[in-house]
């Protein structure tokens, strides 16, 4: 999880891709229910929405 969060917050992660980026975090091992929020959410959402609730995770 705090790879993602360094990641998103370096500009690595096109906006687009977040949620999918979140998805993969419970394959991985980490699971919540901030987590999958934003897991189910569409890649076309706005990115600061999305961002905020990985933050929340």
């Known amino acids: 999880m705090r790879e993602l969060a360094l ?3 370096a500009g690595r992660i096109p906006e687009g891709e977040l949620p999918m980026a979140a998805a993969e975090l419970p394959a991985a091992g ?3 229910p901030a987590l ?3 897991a189910g959410r569409s890649g076309r ?3 600061p929405e999305l961002a905020e609730l ?3 995770a």
């Open 7 to 9: 990641r998103q917050a």
């Open 30 to 32: 980490e699971d919540s």
């Open 36 to 38: 999958r929020d934003p």
């Open 45 to 47: 959402e706005r990115a």
């Open 54 to 56: 990985l933050g929340q």
